[in-house]
Nanobody
Framework: QVQLVESGGGLVQAGGSLRLSCAASGRTDSTYHMGWFRQAPGKEREFVAYITRMASITYYADSVKGRFTLSRDNAKNTVHLQMVSLKPEDTAVYYC???????????????WGQGTQVTVSS
């Protein structure tokens, strides 16, 4: 069983940057596709980005395309979400997830982290 732990969240001003990390323990995460989702207060969880097992494909939500970059280091069992040009509407709890399918749908991911808060002030 894989456990996921996110880190790197915090408070940043609009236009700033943050780098979120997701560390996997237990069974190596290199066999999983990895996704990031976020959930703002009062809103449904929404897709942010995913990266395939061998990092051959990354896919982003339109709302973050060009500002967020997802990468993974399978040797270190970590995934990183680099976020630049942050906007107040990026404020949310960010979750990483592992699944057998690379998908924009949260139901396709079997394992979830506990989330990390990102707050962008205007």
């Amino acid at each position: 069983q894989v456990q996921l732990v996110e880190s790197g969240g915090g408070l940043v001003q609009a236009g700033g940057s943050l780098r979120l990390s997701c560390a996997a323990s237990g069974r190596t995460d290199s066999t999983y596709h990895m996704g990031w989702f976020r959930q703002a207060p009062g809103k449904e969880r929404e897709f942010v980005a995913y990266i395939t097992r061998m990092a051959s494909i990354t896919y982003y939500a339109d709302s973050v395309k060009g500002r967020f970059t997802l990468s993974r280091d399978n040797a270190k069992n970590t995934v990183h979400l680099q976020m630049v040009s942050l906007k107040p509407e990026d404020t949310a709890v960010y979750y990483c997830a592992a699944g057998d399918l690379a998908s924009t749908r949260s139901t396709m991911y079997q394992i979830w982290g506990q989330g990390t808060q990102v707050t962008v002030s205007s």
